[in-house]
């Protein structure tokens, strides 16, 4: 063998050991790779909206707030979308939880979601629309009966819900409801002092207080007197006859006077025969 083969026959030799180690890497990665099971893809469900629910509304809590039973007796909190009542502590609250008794309490009603996502408020509160099975949305008609106005929507930081541009145009053309306070009654004036009928009077030294006079006694009726009875008349008394004197009974008899009883004039013991006080009988 020449010096020439000799230097070919061991490049040639150099070139199969190395192809061979290469050969050899790549079957021990390929059986690495092999060996690692791919992680699983994890997909995000997003839970679906609540169905729209039939049911009653019961109570009215204020304008903006409502309470439904549905036929199972199932009681929810409902706070309606978008739109914003009076407090019941100011004058316009309790005009706007009548209006709202007058849309829809004792009313079957269907209530939504708004589309936007929400479905509990930090309350605890349904979030819902309120809507009559006349197709009445009552917040939209609080809204245009001035008892509410838009908000909570996507211009306040929250997601915009379904019926957000209907109600905001609905408030720029309604007026609020502005309640008008009840008039105080002033109080009555005080009674006129009564003058002070004792003063100077030692029976009453406290110049602050007034004593009324004593009222005038009413008038009593003065009764008729009793009819007196009539005192009997007095027996006529005997006429007095003059003195006279007669000298027989037939002077007495003459002049009229017979007969002569005791003690009148003329009467004598002599011309009385049988003494009994009356002579010339």
């Known amino acids: ?21 290469a050969a050899a890497s790549t079957n021990k990665g390929n059986t690495a790779t092999a060996s690692v099971p791919a992680a699983p893809l994890t997909v995000t469900k997003t839970a679906p909206p609540p169905s729209p629910l039939t049911t009653t509304v019961t109570r009215v809590v204020d304008g903006d707030t409502v309470e439904t039973t549905d036929t199972a007796g199932t009681v929810l909190t409902i706070r309606i979308i978008g739109i914003d009542a009076p407090e019941m502590g100011t004058c316009e609250g309790p005009p706007a939880a009548e209006a709202m008794a007058a849309i829809a309490l004792n009313h079957t009603v269907t209530l939504q979601t708004g589309g936007d996502g929400e479905d509990l408020d930090k309350y605890g509160r349904s979030l819902r629309y309120v809507d009559l099975d006349t197709a009445t949305d009552a917040g939209l008609t609080l809204i245009r009966q001035g008892h509410a106005i838009a908000r909570y929507d996507s211009r306040d930081g929250y997601g915009k819900h379904t019926r957000e541009d209907s109600y905001i145009a609905a408030d720029a053309l309604t007026p609020n409801y502005v309640c008008t306070p009840v008039p105080t009654q002033e109080p009555a004036p005080a009674p006129a002092p009564v003058p002070d009928t004792n003063a100077g009077s030692d029976d009453n030294d406290d110049t602050d207080v ?7 006694p009413a008038p009593t009726q003065e009764r ?3 009819p007196q009875p009539q005192p009997e008349p007095a027996p006529a008394a005997n006429p007095v006859r003059p003195s006279a004197y007669y000298a027989n009974c037939s002077a007495a008899r ?14 004598s013991s002599k011309l009385d025969r049988d003494k009994d006080g009356v002579a010339c009988e």
């Open 254 to 267: 003459a002049a009229g006077a017979a007969p002569l009883y005791a003690g009148e004039p003329g009467y």
């Open 224 to 226: 008729e007197p009793a």
């Open 210 to 216: 007034h004593v009324a006079p004593a009222p005038e």
């Open 1 to 21: 063998m020449t010096r020439k083969s000799m230097v070919i026959g061991g490049i040639a030799a150099a070139v199969l050991i190395v192809g061979g180690i």
